[in-house]
Each structure stands twice: as structure tokens, then as C-alpha cells.
Nanobody
Framework: VQLQASGGGQVQPGGSLRLACTVSGKFFSINAVGWYRQDQGKQRELVAAISAGGLPSHAPSVKGRFTISEDRAKNTVYLQMNSLKPEDTAVYYC????????????????WGQGTQVTVSS
């Protein structure tokens, strides 16, 4: 199983980016998926998540600016980031809870490699 995060880059304040997290490999289903970020010297924080039932949630610091969504057919979760601010600069990671086998409800957590988002003028 592999999680591939993509879409990072450098933008000016007020700009937009869309991150994608694609899950590949052998698994039965995707449960919850979350986007996290970590800036240098700071703790990793949860930015947004989407539940197995498709219910999204967003951290207060990004609510109204960021939107998490999914395309289950493509095993991909997106993070649309609008009105970006310099304080959004960080490495963004995706994490997914995967049910590996149909025969069990046990889930296993996986992380992607991270994608850099830099917001500066």
C-alpha cells in the first residue's frame, strides 16, 4: 500500500493550491483520511479529515478557506486550499486508515511522504 501526496508548490498570499492524496496497492476499503501539516519547529497538526461516510471536518484555522473532498472511484482525497496565507506554509501530509481485508474490520494507518506548500510574496 502506498499513499502519494502531490500538488504542493509556492504561491503568493491569496493564491490557491489543490493537493491530492492517492492510495494505491492492495486493500479492501478506505476509512478515514486526514490532511496534516507541519512547519519547521512546530508540532504536526490536523488540517482536515473526511470520514468513511464522507463527512468532512476542518480545523478552525482553515475553515472557510480549505475544503477536503474525495473521489472514491479514484481512491483519491483532495484538499482545495484558497486564500492562502504565509502561516499556511508547511509540509502537508496525508494519512489514511485502510481496511486491508474484507474478512476483518481491522484497519491499519498509513502515511504519505509529504508535499511542501510555501506561501510568500
Amino acid at each position: 500500500v502506498q499513499l502519494q501526496a502531490s500538488g504542493g508548490g509556492q504561491v503568493q498570499p491569496g493564491g490557491s493550491l489543490r493537493l491530492a492524496c492517492t492510495v494505491s496497492g492492495k486493500f479492501f476499503s478506505i476509512n478515514a483520511v486526514g490532511w496534516y501539516r507541519q512547519d519547521q519547529g512546530k508540532q504536526r497538526e490536523l488540517v482536515a479529515a473526511i470520514s468513511a461516510g464522507g463527512l468532512p471536518s476542518h480545523a478552525p484555522s482553515v475553515k472557510g478557506r480549505f475544503t477536503i473532498s474525495e473521489d472514491r472511484a479514484k481512491n483519491t482525497v483532495y484538499l482545495q486550499m484558497n486564500s492562502l496565507k504565509p502561516e499556511d506554509t508547511a509540509v502537508y501530509y496525508c494519512s489514511a486508515d485502510l481496511r486491508l481485508l474484507k474478512s476483518t474490520t481491522q484497519v491499519q494507518n498509513y502515511w504519505g511522504q509529504g508535499t511542501q506548500v510555501t506561501v510568500s510574496s
